[in-house]
């Protein structure tokens, strides 16, 4: 959903214990332009019609659905969450690639980075495999400035923090040294230094 009424805001406002003070904030998930997993990608591929999808996430059917507005899905490889691809399933993979020859390769942004710690994914394979990044949509464009004052307002009340903090260690580290070298310079003084003027007694110095 891209849209929630006051009622469900309310009740999830509710149910997160969100106090007066605190602010939340609604988004939804979308997907941004493709991206190639591998630098042999070639991007021509991504104005084919057709579209081999595979995933290894929970629920892959939000992707599905905004794959399918632009792409007929010949093919779709359902992979349990935090699947780590084997050499098998890249064959599988590889051999639909070879079965619709004009077709992209797509998956997750979160098994993009399974995929290229896979060293076993064919040249003419690597050209046609790209990834659909996440973005974060505000349901509003009011909501996502609001967001923006809150967040620069909190960043800056922290640098101001952090500052403050280390000006008063700066200020602390000063004044010991500045205490060690008054310390050093009495006790120098007191050592061999510094002789009173009546310090003579009995032919000794004092």
């Known amino acids: ?8 805001r309310s009740k999830w406002t509710e149910a997160l214990g969100i106090t007066e003070n605190q602010h939340i904030f609604f988004t ?12 042999e990608g070639d991007p021509r591929y991504l104005y ?9 996430i929970a629920n892959d059917k939000p992707l599905r659905n905004y794959l399918s507005d632009n ?5 779709h490889f359902d992979f349990p969450d935090h699947h780590k691809f084997s050499k098998a399933d890249i064959s599988t993979i590889h051999r639909a690639a070879q ?7 797509m998956t997750t942004e979160k098994d993009c980075q399974r995929i290229r710690d896979c060293k076993i994914v064919p040249d003419n394979l690597k050209q046609r495999m790209f990834y659909a990044p996440i973005k974060v949509n505000f349901f509003s464009e009011q909501e996502q400035e ?21 000006m008063d260690r700066i200020e602390y580290v000063c004044q010991e040294l500045l205490r060690q070298a008054v310390f050093t310079s009495y006790r120098n ?13 009995d032919g000794h110095v004092v």
């Open 28 to 39: 939804s998930i979308g997907y941004d332009q493709s991206q190639a997993i591998f630098a």
């Open 48 to 56: 084919t019609q057709r579209l081999i999808l595979f995933s290894g």
């Open 146 to 166: 609001e967001f923006a004052t809150v967040l620069n307002s909190f960043l800056n009340n922290l640098i101001l923090s952090l500052y403050r903090g280390l």
């Open 71 to 75: 792409y007929k899905i010949v093919r």
């Open 99 to 105: 079965t619709f020859p004009t077709s992209v390769v």
């Open 1 to 8: 959903s891209t849209y929630l009424d006051a009622w469900e």
């Open 189 to 201: 003084c007191l050592g061999h230094k510094c002789i009173p003027s009546d310090g003579l007694h």
